[in-house]
């Protein structure tokens, strides 16, 4: 959603503080440092980036630079490990000092922690902080986190506190924490909506009647939108697209008591909301017709056939069948369609790798307009050969007859055995036993008769 560049954005210095103790390492260092480096690419170039940690000590891993520097930081973050003891004062300690330096209208810290923390004195570098007109959120994960440390931090510094279980989330927090303290894409200013394009969710609404809303989201509408609401600065409250057979509304401000408070106690909120959402309904085109489709592989090649009725079981000739092809490196083929009879057609296409998956998108026109639409998939995932598992006669014949072989018809008799059972080995150990206890006697006497 590129924002309009008449709209004055505030500059942000983001200073992200994260954990590397011991107990972060393995998987949780790793998606900490995921979450750093999303955090870094959602920033304007504008902005401002570092990232300090901390285990018993602070630790600059990514020194505040400007936000365009994205190659940098995301080298410097690469180097962050884990070890070492808890202790998040250093290491917030060490962000205050840094954004002291920045001239960014907005100041915000991220904590990152996942356990219990020494030292003390957090009040007070809290309080210093926010008197020097910065924010803290902090997120604590894991069971071993101090909810109610972190809970205190983020209230006194402004900001939000999150908690998670699920450290795969954590890239995504950041993320979000980021978007929400830049405020890059709010616009807070009390304004009137101005009338453009006429749609079916303004009918019986004159510009008279619309009433004040407190903010929104800055867009810009896409090229073929309709656009009919629009801000002071010209930017899209309520814009209207059309998408194959689909319809989609967007309205940039909200429902609710923070930018709405007028709209909600408007006579004409019901009116408007309901006469929107009917206008974005399905209408049915599609409901007098009826496809039906079959997919056949062969040879190397799968053929598609399309069925084409309406509801009542006729042919429907006039309607155009559309196939195309979405190959597994992105790129879309147009299948042509050929007549096969009437309502009937088909299109073909080589299966060019075994394993890979095909999409098809099937649509269905009448003078010039889409009035269906439907995807089909398919894989073959091995080899025709390996289909039939039944045995085929021809071709062992074959197989035979080039070899030089012969076929025998009776496949039991290539099981009856001729000639010479094979020799097996037998076991000595008892006869050789029985002679070591018939010659012990005889040793031992004959040892005594020549002593």
Same mark, same amino acid.
């Given at each position: 959603?590129?924002?309009?560049?008449?709209?004055?954005?505030?500059?942000?210095?983001?200073?992200? =503080?994260?954990?590397?103790? #011991?107990?972060?390492?393995?998987?949780?260092?790793?998606? *900490?440092?995921?979450?750093?480096?999303?955090?870094?690419? =959602?920033?304007?170039?504008?902005?401002?980036?570092?990232?300090?940690?901390?285990?018993?000590?602070?630790?600059?891993?990514?020194?505040?630079?400007?936000?365009?520097?994205?190659?940098?930081?995301?080298?410097?973050?690469?180097?962050?490990?884990? /070890?070492? $003891? +808890?202790?998040?004062?250093? #290491?917030?300690?060490?962000?205050?000092?840094?954004?002291?330096?920045?001239?960014?209208?907005?100041?915000?810290?991220?904590?990152?922690?996942?356990?219990?923390?020494?030292?003390?004195?957090?009040?007070?570098?809290?309080?210093?902080?926010?008197?020097? #007109?910065?924010?803290?959120?902090?997120? /604590?994960?894991?069971?071993?986190?101090?909810?109610?440390?972190?809970?205190?931090?983020?209230?006194?510094?402004?900001?939000?506190?999150?908690?998670?279980?699920?450290?795969?989330?954590?890239?995504?927090?950041?993320?979000?924490?980021?978007?929400?303290?830049?405020? *890059?894409?709010?616009?807070?200013?009390?304004?009137?909506?101005?009338?453009?394009?006429?749609?079916?969710?303004?009918?019986?609404?004159?510009?008279?009647?619309? @009433?004040?809303?407190?903010?929104?989201?800055?867009?810009?509408?896409?090229?073929?939108?309709?656009?009919?609401?629009?801000?002071?600065? %010209?930017?899209?409250?309520?814009?209207?697209?059309?998408?194959?057979? $689909?319809?989609?509304? *967007?309205?940039?401000?909200?429902?609710?008591?923070?930018?709405?408070?007028?709209?909600?106690?408007?006579?004409?909120?019901?009116?408007?909301?309901?006469?929107?959402?009917?206008?974005?309904?399905?209408?049915?085109?599609?409901?007098?017709?009826?496809?039906?489709?079959?997919?056949? =592989?062969?040879?190397?090649?799968?053929?598609?056939?399309?069925?084409?009725?309406?509801?009542? $079981?006729?042919?429907?000739?006039?309607?155009?069948?559309?196939?195309?092809?979405?190959?597994?490196? #992105?790129?879309?083929?147009?299948?042509?369609?050929? *007549?096969?009879?009437?309502?009937?057609?088909?299109?073909?296409?080589?299966?060019?790798?075994? $394993?890979?998956?095909?999409?098809?998108?099937?649509?269905?026109?009448?003078? %010039?307009?889409?009035?269906?639409?439907?995807?089909?998939?398919?894989? &073959?995932?091995?080899?025709? &050969?390996?289909?039939?598992?039944?045995?085929?006669?021809?071709?062992? +014949?074959?197989?035979?007859?080039?070899?030089?072989?012969?076929?025998?018809?009776?496949?039991?008799?290539?099981? +009856?055995?001729?000639?010479?059972?094979?020799?097996?080995?037998?076991?000595?150990?008892?006869?050789?036993?029985?002679?070591?206890?018939?010659?012990? @006697?005889?040793?031992?006497?004959?040892?005594?008769?020549?002593?």
């Amino acid at each position: 959603m590129p924002i309009k560049k008449n709209i004055e954005k505030p500059n942000l210095s983001l200073m992200l =503080v994260i954990d590397k103790s #011991g107990s972060m390492g393995g998987h949780k260092i790793g998606l *900490a440092k995921e979450a750093a480096i999303a955090s870094a690419e =959602v920033l304007k170039d504008h902005d401002r980036f570092g990232v300090v940690a901390f285990d018993g000590r602070a630790e600059w891993i990514s020194p505040i630079t400007s936000a365009a520097d994205r190659t940098s930081i995301q080298n410097n973050i690469a180097r962050l490990s884990a /070890g070492g $003891g +808890t202790n998040i004062y250093p #290491g917030l300690h060490e962000a205050y000092k840094a954004l002291l330096e920045e001239d960014s209208k907005i100041r915000h810290v991220i904590l990152l922690s996942d356990g219990q923390t020494q030292g003390s004195g957090y009040d007070t570098l809290v309080g210093h902080l926010t008197a020097e #007109g910065m924010t803290l959120s902090t997120i /604590g994960i894991g069971d071993g986190a101090d909810q109610e440390f972190l809970q205190r931090l983020s209230s006194q510094g402004g900001g939000e506190a999150y908690f998670t279980n699920d450290f795969s989330s954590i890239p995504q927090i950041f993320t979000r924490e980021t978007m929400r303290a830049s405020k *890059a894409m709010i616009v807070e200013e009390p304004f009137v909506p101005t009338v453009g394009t006429p749609t079916d969710g303004l009918k019986g609404v004159s510009d008279e009647d619309i @009433p004040f809303l407190m903010g929104y989201t800055a867009t810009q509408a896409k090229q073929r939108a309709e656009v009919a609401l629009l801000s002071d600065y %010209g930017d899209p409250i309520l814009a209207t697209w059309n998408y194959g057979l $689909g319809r989609s509304a *967007a309205f940039t401000s909200d429902a609710k008591a923070r930018w709405a408070s007028d709209w909600i106690s408007w006579e004409g909120f019901g009116k408007f909301w309901g006469q929107l959402v009917r206008s974005v309904m399905n209408t049915g085109t599609s409901s007098d017709l009826q496809t039906m489709s079959r997919i056949e =592989v062969k040879g190397g090649k799968a053929k598609i056939y399309q069925d084409v009725r309406d509801r009542s $079981g006729s042919f429907r000739s006039d309607v155009t069948p559309k196939i195309t092809l979405m190959k597994p490196n #992105g790129e879309r083929e147009e299948l042509p369609s050929a *007549a096969q009879g009437p309502g009937l057609f088909s299109a073909e296409f080589p299966i060019e790798k075994y $394993g890979e998956a095909h999409h098809l998108v099937l649509s269905y026109e009448l003078d %010039g307009q889409v009035i269906s639409m439907k995807t089909l998939s398919l894989t &073959e995932s091995y080899s025709p &050969e390996y289909a039939e598992l039944l045995p085929d006669p021809a071709a062992l +014949t074959r197989i035979a007859k080039d070899t030089g072989g012969s076929e025998n018809a009776v496949a039991t008799a290539d099981f +009856t055995f001729q000639g010479d059972p094979a020799e097996a080995p037998q076991d000595t150990f008892w006869w050789w036993l029985l002679a070591a206890l018939i010659l012990l @006697p005889l040793d031992i006497a004959l040892r005594r008769l020549g002593a």
